[in-house]
């Protein structure tokens, strides 16, 4: 009896989710997966849920830490780190946004400050550039997490002493 009391309320919350989860996404099609997934989720810990508490909160927050570990995912899956010894990718003309000369030279500078820079300053400052996060890179570099910050810190601040003149 408990399993179709968990079902009825699981289906009468599924408009409100839908809503909920295209808030999150702004697409349909990817709202429509997250309630897919948020429900199945949901029957598979059917017996943790307890009776007699906010059915509907649980189904929030379930739906919430599934769109948070998938975007978390998606943001992990596009990083890229260039592990060649001379930094050969990171080192590549990008496209850099600026539409004057000015501004690709500005990116030139900055490249050869950060690239003369000692490894072990480059790295962990080239790394957070592409979007890791201090505690990974922290785990990549198998440093702890207060020498990862404090590198990147002195490399930003030697970037601004040696621009700062620049303009």
Same mark, same amino acid.
């Given at each position: 009896m408990k399993s179709l009391s968990f079902r009825k309320d699981l289906i009468g919350v599924q408009d409100e989710l839908l809503r909920f989860a295209y808030k999150l996404t702004s697409n349909y099609e990817e709202a429509n997966d997250l309630l897919q997934e948020t429900a199945l989720k949901a029957l598979d810990n059917e017996d943790k849920y307890m009776p007699d508490t906010n059915f509907k909160g649980?189904?929030?927050?379930i739906m919430r830490n599934i769109f948070i570990n998938n975007?978390? %995912?998606v943001?992990?899956?596009q990083t890229f780190v260039d592990q060649t010894e001379n930094l050969y990718h990171l080192n590549l003309p990008q496209d850099s946004g600026f539409e004057s000369t000015e501004g690709s030279y500005d990116l030139k500078e900055m490249r %050869? #400050?950060?690239n003369a820079l000692p490894k072990e300053y480059r790295v962990p400052f080239s790394m957070h550039v592409s979007g890791f996060k201090y505690r990974e890179i922290a785990e990549k570099l198998n440093l702890p997490l207060g020498t990862v910050k404090s590198? #990147?810190?002195f490399t930003r601040q030697k970037l601004q002493e040696e621009l700062k003149d620049f303009r």
């Open positions: 649980w189904m929030y927050t975007y978390r %995912k943001v992990r899956d %050869k #400050i950060v590198r #990147i810190f």
